[in-house]
């Protein structure tokens, strides 16, 4: 079975601070995508990165980087110098191969960042 | 902005009725999936269409149906509602059908709220 767990609910940090949000998946499968989305008070959901099972480099994106640990399934995504605009519920999600095109999602981190 | 558009943005009903999501997905995109985010449930896969066939299917009730017309527009009828169905829906859509879907590129979503 699939499945992805961000254990931390709400996180709150004041402006400036790193802050680093866990996600741990679970699959049999050797080929699968990670991601992460990003859900601002909006609503909407935005995509943030996409990452294939084969590919262990860290990716960094201005403020953002991501850490992909296969020998944790974990795919750790921190903010660096955070800012209030970061306040959002973020999500990690999973697509394998036997899943085949669904994407499940974690119950996601709700990130409050405080000025 | 995603550009997959979602109607109607709200909509407010009362037990036992019928109601119809639309979703018209990005330009391009031949893959459509509905989502269901409620508080205790996260956000659940639905379904899934690609070029007007079902591809995938997740947690989607009977009460529940979905199609893919020809100009790739889809739309989610929710019937009999309950209390319990009253949740964000999301449409997303993507390129490709399989595993190498890439992101998900998700619209502002429909709240509906059951009466």
């Known amino acids: 079975a699939q499945k992805v767990t961000q254990a931390q609910t709400e996180i709150s940090v004041v402006e400036k601070e790193d802050v680093t949000l866990d996600c741990v998946y679970e699959?049999?499968?050797?080929?699968?995508?990670l991601f992460w989305y990003k859900q601002p008070p909006s609503g909407e959901l935005v995509f943030l990165i996409r990452r294939n099972s084969f590919d262990e480099q860290n990716e960094i994106s201005g403020r953002y980087s991501w850490n992909f640990q296969k020998s944790t399934s974990s795919f750790n995504f921190t903010i660096t110098a955070s800012q209030v605009v970061d306040s959002a519920v973020y999500f990690c999600a999973l697509s394998t191969y036997s899943s085949a095109s669904k994407i499940i999602f974690g119950s996601g981190t709700r990130l409050s960042i405080r000025p | 902005d995603s550009g997959v558009t979602q109607t109607p943005k709200h909509l407010i009903t009362a037990t036992g009725q019928r109601v119809t999501l639309r979703c018209s997905p990005r330009?391009?995109?031949?893959?459509v999936y509905w989502y269901q985010q409620s508080l205790d449930q996260g956000l659940q896969f639905l379904i899934q269409y690609y070029n007007g066939e079902e591809r995938a299917k997740g947690n989607i009730l009977e009460r529940f149906s979905a199609q893919q017309f020809p100009d790739l527009h889809s739309e989610l009828n929710l019937s009999s509602l309950e209390l319990g169905d009253s949740a964000l829906y999301f449409c997303?859509?993507?390129?490709?059908?399989?595993?190498?879907?890439?992101?998900?590129?998700f619209g502002e979503g429909s709240r509906l709220t059951v009466l």
């Open positions: 330009s391009g995109d031949l893959s």
């Open positions: 997303a859509s993507s390129a490709a059908g399989g595993l190498n879907t890439g992101e998900l590129f």
């Open positions: 699959t049999r499968d050797t080929t699968y995508y």
